[in-house]
């Protein structure tokens, strides 16, 4: 476990300029693993993710977190690939091991980490070493690839090389039901990858150890028991899921 975290804030990526922070672990011996995490679908959310991302480079992973907007012209994918190939080429400086870097989101973000591992070749055939997906709803088009995840599993489609798959769901959660996630895992496993499915007593903003703030608009950090426990469980799944397989 590393000694403490060390965040650098507002580092520019890509064309547009959008920001990302990164959350590295003090006392880990280098290089370590590495997660890219990217939110939901709140334009330019980094800050909603501090919380698990802090609490997951406690562990002794590399977190970066890049803001980008599911409300521009494509829905947001030159933001979400520009900021994976940043971190693909820029991971090593800050520590990181590029041939371990877990992709992952929440909501929207775990929609489309989810569907680069399952079309690769529509985002430019990245491999990651596994994927996390945070209360990630998988029926409907995703913003990286443009096609639907759970579809692109059905058999007949093109071969593709399985990478391990983790999913987190919140059992109280009022926004994506956790059927989604129990959906995505039944389907997996009928395709032979591996798929590991968390399912955790909280809501949708305390599986990132958050809570919704109607007066803000915003999720905010959160202190409640379920929140801290769920977020907890969450930040353990980033970390193994970056150093390991199921």
């Known amino acids: 476990m590393a000694a403490g975290v060390v965040v650098r804030t507002g580092l520019s990526y890509g064309a547009s ?22 939110h939901g679908r709140g334009p330019d959310e980094r800050d ?7 609490a997951a480079a406690e562990l002794g992973v590399i977190v970066m977190v890049p803001d980008w907007r599911p409300d521009a012209p494509d829905g947001g ?41 399952l079309n690769p070749a529509a985002f430019g055939d990245w491999r990651p070493q596994a994927v996390v997906g945070i209360a990630g709803a998988y029926g409907s088009v995703a913003p990286t690839t443009g096609t639907v995840p759970i579809d692109d599993l059905r058999p007949g489609g093109s071969p593709v090389q399985p990478v391990p798959v ?5 059992t109280a959660d009022p926004v994506v039901d956790v059927e989604r996630s129990r959906e995505l ?22 599986v990132i150890m958050t809570e919704f703030v109607p007066e803000h608009d915003r999720c905010l950090p959160s202190t409640a028991d379920h929140a801290v426990e769920a977020g907890a469980r969450t930040a353990d799944v980033l970390a193994r899921a970056a150093g390991s397989t199921l």
């Open 17 to 38: 300029g959008k920001l990302m922070d990164v959350y590295r672990p003090v006392g880990a011996s280098e290089p370590v693993p590495a997660v890219l995490l990217w």
């Open 48 to 54: 909603v993710l501090a919380p698990v991302a802090r």
């Open 77 to 117: 994918r030159t933001h979400l690939r520009e900021s994976a190939v940043f971190v693909r080429r820029n991971v090593a400086d800050f520590g990181g091991d590029p041939e371990r870097v877990a992709l992952a989101g929440w909501s929207l973000g775990g929609k489309a980490a989810v569907a680069v591992a």
């Open 166 to 170: 983790w999913l987190v769901h919140g």
């Open 185 to 206: 895992r039944t389907a997996l496993e009928e395709q032979g990858w591996q798929v590991r499915l968390d399912e955790v007593a909280t809501d949708h903003a305390g």
